[in-house]
C-alpha cells in the first residue's frame, strides 16, 4: 500500500482484533475508467 502512496492505519475497536484501514488515492478519473470496473467499486463503497 505504501509503495503505492497509500497509508495504513490501525483503528481501535471494540472486542479482540486489530483492524486495519488502507488507503489509495488513484489519478486516473472515474470517467476514464472501465464501466464494469467502476460499477464494482461503487458496489464496495469505494468511489
Same mark, same amino acid.
Given at each position: 500500500v505504501r509503495?503505492? !502512496?497509500g497509508?495504513?492505519?490501525v483503528v481501535k475497536k471494540? !472486542?479482540?482484533g486489530t483492524?486495519?484501514?488502507l488507503y489509495l488515492v488513484? =489519478?486516473?478519473p472515474a470517467e =476514464? &475508467?472501465?464501466r464494469s470496473c467502476s460499477v464494482e467499486l461503487k458496489q464496495r463503497?469505494? &468511489?
Open positions: 509503495k503505492m !502512496g497509508e495504513i492505519k471494540k !472486542g479482540p483492524l486495519m484501514q488513484f =489519478s486516473t =476514464s &475508467m472501465d463503497n469505494l &468511489m
